[in-house]
Nanobody, 124 residues
Framework: QVELVESGGGLVQAGGSLRLSCAAS?????????MGWFRQAPGKEREFVAG????????FYETSVKGRFTISKDNAQKTVHLQMDMLKPEDTAVYYC????????????????WGQGTQVTVSS
């Protein structure tokens, strides 16, 4: 079993910042080599936001967040962070942490490893 526990999120005004964190635990040694974030806004499908390879360091961002969001990792803690700056109302969504064997696989969203989700609300 792999467990992903998220923290952070909340309510912020447009232009503000928030930081999300996700810690992985359990049987991660042979299963988790990439972690990242998806989001789902009301009435929309879940979409990939950012991902990072825990060993490779490879990083991918969804186009709309490039230059505003920064993903980072702490391998010792098996934790990833998502620093979100210059937030916009359209960033409002439930943000989910996810993990997979590598970033390309992670980006498909076809993984069994998900966090419980944390709400991010950006007011205009």
């Amino acid at each position: 079993q792999v467990e992903l526990v998220e923290s952070g999120g909340g309510l912020v005004q447009a232009g503000g910042s928030l930081r999300l964190s996700c810690a992985a635990s359990g049987r991660t040694s042979f299963r988790v080599f990439a972690m990242g974030w998806f989001r789902q806004a009301p009435g929309k499908e879940r979409e990939f936001v950012a991902g990072i390879g825990l060993v490779s360091g490879v990083i991918f961002y969804e186009t709309s967040v490039k230059g505003r969001f920064t993903i980072s990792k702490d391998n010792a803690q098996k934790t990833v962070h998502l620093q979100m700056d210059m937030l916009k109302p359209e960033d409002t969504a439930v943000y989910y942490c996810a993990a997979d064997r590598d970033v390309p696989a992670l980006r498909t969203g076809d993984t069994n490893y998900w966090g419980q989700g944390t709400q991010v609300t950006v007011s205009s």
